[in-house]
């Protein structure tokens, strides 16, 4: 646990926890942030939370789930002299990914699907909803001490949907 304030009515704290019971292994964490900030209208908070839990079928196969959750509130005031009123962000962003890792004496596997998806509402009058999923792999093969073989594979597709709430224009993402 990590804590801490500050001027501008600063919060900011840190939790986490590592586990091991049996054949799991779980990791979690938590960070928030809030200010005030230095100015009218220049506060915002951060909350990030992340977990993974990794399941050891033997030593060398392995298994693990993560996720992890960010948002963020926040605002762009402009210059003092003419500072922004209601410039605001809302911005929420989870990634989930799942490995699965084996490991022998002259090799090494790792197969990792994933998928991130973002949801953003700006000032501007714009709100996007957007998808990354994709995946890698990737080997390594030492067949002699002083050789090292190494291999991979990606593959990443994009979509989603833009919105101009103020106009009512919307666009697919590809």
């Known amino acids: 646990n990590d804590a801490g304030s500050g001027s501008y009515a600063t919060l900011r704290e840190t939790a986490s926890l590592l586990g091991r019971l049996g054949s799991w292994d779980v990791a979690a964490a938590v960070h ?3 200010t005030d900030g230095h100015r ?3 506060g915002g908070n951060e909350l990030v939370g992340a977990t993974a839990v990794r399941y050891r079928f033997t030593e060398e ?3 693990t789930l993560r996720n992890k959750v960010v948002h963020l509130v926040g605002a762009d005031t402009g210059p003092a002299s003419h500072p922004f009123a209601d410039h605001g962000y809302d911005v929420w962003r989870d990634t989930a990914s799942l490995q699965l890792a084996w490991r022998g004496d002259s090799h ?3 197969v990792t699907p994933y998928l ?3 949801i953003h509402r700006l000032y501007d009058g714009f709100r996007s909803l957007d998808f990354v999923g994709g995946g890698n792999a ?3 093969l ?3 001490r002083w050789i090292d073989l190494q291999l991979g594979l990606g593959v990443e597709h994009v979509s989603g949907k833009v919105e101009n709430r103020i106009t ?3 666009m697919e993402v590809r």
């Open 32 to 34: 928030l942030l809030s």
């Open 40 to 42: 009218d209208g220049a």
């Open 61 to 63: 196969l392995k298994l």
């Open 108 to 110: 090494r596997l790792r």
């Open 116 to 118: 991130n998806v973002g």
């Open 138 to 140: 990737d080997l390594e």
């Open 142 to 144: 030492k067949p002699y």
């Open 168 to 170: 009512g224009d919307r």
